[in-house]
């Protein structure tokens, strides 16, 4: 930690003895500078080499392989697209001077079979609507 503040420091880097960085503005970015404190510690070239991770890995041992891990076998069926055909998701108030409408929307899980049900009402007519609009994308054999 070489600087401090209530914001982040970036894009930091050293010219000569400071420590150069940018850091953001209501104007967008403002270059800062600042000594660098005599007691900071210097890094060696083997140092700056050194991979270190920020977040342990797991079971990251010197002995462990990915390639090496056990697999497992499923079994393998066709899907059946008639399987959770309908899936309502939303809905959605509409109002178009003079009709009020209200639709709900589903795909089935593949996204293969959309469909739209909706109730509409006509002010000036005093009628009333119900619908059902349905597309399929490529899926159905």
């Known amino acids: 930690q070489l600087a401090s503040g209530e914001t982040g420091k970036y894009y ?29 510690n210097v890094v060696t070239d083997n140092e700056w080499k050194q991979v270190s991770l920020p977040y342990a890995v797991a079971d990251a041992t010197p002995t462990s392989n990915v390639l090496n891990t056990k697999t497992r076998s499923f079994p393998e069926s066709k899907y059946k697209q008639g399987a959770h055909l309908f899936n309502f998701h939303s809905w959605r108030p509409d109002y178009s001077d003079p009709e009020f409408t209200m639709s709900l929307f589903s795909d089935n899980v593949m996204n293969t079979f959309s469909n739209q049900i909706y109730y509409r009402y006509n002010q000036n007519e005093t009628s009333h609507a119900f619908g059902f609009n349905s597309s399929t994308e490529g899926g159905f054999q």
């Open 12 to 40: 930091p880097s050293v010219y000569k003895d400071s420590l150069v960085w940018s850091a953001f503005t209501s104007n967008g970015l403002l270059m800062q500078t600042e000594k660098l404190p005599a007691n900071t």
